[in-house]
């Protein structure tokens, strides 16, 4: 029930729970290639008029992310021109388009089940339309939470797409090994340089089928997503920003109660004069800053860790690595919790700074037994912390932040180019690890590479924590219309 000091409850978590779908979708996409890949390589390895390499491989795993970059950069101009809710749905399409596609990449075009060039090339496309739905979702997803919650929640409620993010992921592990069954995944034997076979061994259900259900399961969350976001308001700043001043006061009054809407209506359009400004209309230091969030976030290194979690266990000699990588997963929900249930106890900042400092040590920690005799549970534990201190700090808390620090009337823009950043530098760390990591010096090896490649994360993490020291506000309390008068006085100095 809503009453003139109390919105509704019950209808902003409806309304955030749909926004935290794409959030679970976002996840969803990324982490399915990790189930699909075998049986998608051995499936292009019975090509006819191409040659499958690692190099070719290697980019398919990873064809999405470059639709990511994409989605990023328009989410700004999709979000102003259509607004929040028109964007969030064509994110949904995108992401179902992608899944069926994905699922049968030969429809219409080409005999089903003939590997070819053409089909590669195709399959490669329906995958970059997913990613420009995380792309768009990334942005989106966030920035809509931030902007219809009242902001004694907002951290808590934003952090929750953070939790979906991760939860996704680890739901798709999960359908992949359903669909799998008692299926096995290809085997897959190589001949020479950069020369692959499948053996005649592999389970051919896996090559032929197998990938296909894995993509295409994405299409049910993405078609309920799609039609529950038709159910949402538009983001009441969003309303205001537009004249749309009664539809903004109706969806304001629901969640936060007719009193207070009022206030926060009136707070909004003062701070709201026209439509949007120039992206520097508050100064420079807004956008920086913004950006460097998203830049510190990517280049702590998470990413790396994340996509090659058992390789980097395997090097450890510990133990099976996919057993050690399924409880770094449960340790990550466990502190993203953390940041759920603190950000607005805490702040923003503390828990950004404490968190780098906890992943500097564990960085640092497995740089150390590179270099060192240590005993083998020393790294495990030590990458253990370096990924729990990034779940309840930078994971959700960069999310926080980019989505409220901006001004109303730049937010959009702002936020595009903060999280295409994001996605760059994320390929970057990404696509950098391995060559890094196996970088081989001297009598060390490749011992040089393992420790360069956890040291520069841990002096990056350090650096990260003195840059939200200085530079980056708390926003702990604040409204998103204190954002306005907080970089204008900031400017003026």
């Not at 989605?71 to 388009?97: C, E, H, P, Q, W």
């Not at 329906?126 to 920035?143: D, E, F, K, N, T």
């Not at 897959?188 to 053996?199: F, N, P, Q």
Request: glycine content about 10%; aromatic content about 14%.
């Amino acid at each position: 029930m809503t009453n003139q000091t109390q919105g509704s409850k019950a209808y902003l978590f409806g309304i955030v729970l749909v926004a935290v779908l794409g959030g679970l979708l976002f996840g969803y996409d990324t982490a399915v290639i990790s189930g699909a890949e075998k049986g998608l390589q051995a499936f292009f390895l019975g090509a006819k008029d191409f040659v499958y390499s690692d190099t070719i491989h290697g980019i398919t795993s990873s064809s999405a992310l470059l639709g990511c970059i994409i989605g990023s950069a328009i989410s700004g101009i999709i979000a102003t021109r259509l607004g929040r809710k028109k964007a969030l749905f064509i994110a949904g399409i995108f992401f179902f388009v992608s899944a069926l596609g994905s699922y049968y990449p030969e429809f219409m075009l080409y005999d089903y089940g003939q590997p070819s060039f053409s089909l590669l090339i195709t399959f490669n496309v329906y995958r970059i339309i997913g990613g420009i739905g995380v792309g768009l979702a990334s942005a989106i997803c966030p920035m809509y939470i931030a902007e219809v919650a009242p902001s004694n929640m907002r951290g808590t409620l934003v952090s929750w797409n953070q939790f979906a993010i991760i939860f996704g992921q680890l739901v798709v592990y999960f359908v992949n090994f359903m669909i799998l069954g008692e299926h096995t995944q290809p085997i897959i034997e190589k001949m020479g340089e950069a020369l692959y076979v499948v053996s005649d061994s592999s389970d051919p259900w896996t090559i032929s089928t197998g990938w296909r259900y894995m993509f295409g399961s994405e299409a049910i969350v993405a078609g309920i997503f799609t039609i529950l976001v038709c159910l949402v308001p538009e983001s009441p700043r969003y309303l205001a920003m537009t004249g749309k001043d009664q539809q903004a006061l109706k969806v304001l009054t629901k969640i936060n109660g007719s009193v207070k809407a009022a206030e926060i209506l009136k707070d909004i359009k003062e701070t709201v004069s026209v439509k949007s400004e120039k992206l520097f209309s508050f100064g420079i230091m807004v956008v920086f800053v913004g950006v460097m969030l998203s830049v510190f976030q990517q280049a702590v290194g998470i990413n790396a860790v994340l996509y090659y979690a058992p390789r980097i266990f395997e090097s450890m000699n510990m133990g099976n690595p996919m057993v050690q990588t399924v409880i770094m997963g449960i340790v990550n929900i466990a502190f993203t919790l953390v940041a759920v249930f603190t950000v607005e106890k805490l702040g923003r900042k503390p828990l950004l700074i404490w968190g780098s400092i906890g992943m500097a040590l564990g960085a640092l920690g497995v740089a150390l037994s590179n270099v060192t005799e240590m005993p083998a549970l020393f790294p495990v534990v030590s990458i253990m912390v370096y990924s729990a201190s990034f779940m309840f700090s930078w994971g959700p808390i960069c999310w926080v932040l980019i989505s409220e620090i901006f001004p109303n009337t730049i937010r959009s823009q702002a936020v595009a180019i903060a999280v295409a950043f994001q996605w760059i530098f994320n390929f970057i760390v990404s696509s950098t690890f391995v060559p890094m990591y196996n970088m081989s010096m001297g009598d060390m090896g490749t011992k040089f590479g393992h420790f360069f490649a956890y040291a520069l994360y841990g002096v990056i993490c350090i650096i990260a924590a003195w840059f939200v020291a200085r530079f980056v506000p708390e926003t702990k309390g604040k409204t998103l219309e204190d954002m306005t008068a907080l970089w204008r006085n900031r400017n003026k100095k």
